[in-house]
T-cell receptor, first 114, second 116 residues
């Protein structure tokens, strides 16, 4: 799986948009971009994933550049409960389903402050 | 519905003892994963089960580590002759085979293992 690079930490004011960048310059054509987050003392939680089109769900939006070498996770209205470590992961999907391990890096520590 | 559950939530053991950690996946999920997370670190993959296929054991750090899964239900991770470097949070995740949510891995709360 392709390696990802994320900033170590970021701050965001409550109610503002949080934009978390991720570089994955060695991504291959059939690899997806996944985002998970881990709130303190909890297991990781899936947020969103995409291949090349921008994606949006009830939690966040994912913007993938045209060359797919980087992406941005957007939390449109950050709350204090969004304080967590955010992991950007790149991996293969097989046959329309998604198996196999997730390779977690160090992630970005997002702190949302009042 | 019920999520992934793990037991015990905390385990303190003496160096050299064996420990068993349990994972109950979400009902109907065919894929089950074990990960380890040392303090301040990211998650490390340990092992993956998918239905009746041979498990992917590529992440197990040594032969002291083993895991079993009965069908598509409970899994146990066993660590023999525990060492202090085994201290970590052990996380279990499950994933459905097809359908909505098939791209997601659902994680349990983890078992915090402390080896003294």
């Amino acid at each position: 799986d392709a390696k990802t690079t994320q900033p170590t930490s970021m701050d965001c004011a409550e109610g503002r948009a949080a934009n978390l960048p991720c570089n994955h310059s060695t991504i291959s054509g059939n690899e997806y971009v996944y985002w998970y987050r881990q709130i303190h003392s909890q297991g990781p939680q899936y947020i969103i994933h995409g291949l090349k089109n921008n994606e949006t769900n009830e939690m966040a939006s994912l913007i993938i550049t045209e060359d797919r070498k980087s992406s941005t996770l957007i939390l449109p209205h950050a709350t204090l409960r969004d304080t967590a470590v955010y992991y950007c992961i790149v991996r293969l999907n097989a046959g329309g389903t998604s198996y196999g391990k997730l390779t977690f890096g160090q992630g970005t520590i997002l702190t949302v402050h009042p | 519905g019920a999520g992934v559950s793990q037991s015990p939530s905390n385990k303190v053991t003496e160096k050299g003892k064996d420990v068993e950690l349990r994972c109950d996946p979400i009902s109907g999920h065919t894929a089950l994963y074990w990960y380890r997370q040392r303090l301040g670190q990211g998650l490390e993959f340990l092992i993956y089960f998918q239905g009746n296929s041979a498990p992917d054991k590529s992440g197990l750090p040594s032969d002291r580590f083993s895991a079993e899964r009965t069908g598509e239900s409970v899994s146990t991770l066993t660590i023999q002759r525990t060492q202090q470097e085994d201290s970590a949070v052990y996380l279990c995740a499950s994933s459905p085979k097809v359908g909505r949510g098939s791209y997601e891995q659902y994680f349990g709360p983890g078992t915090r293992l402390t080896v003294t």
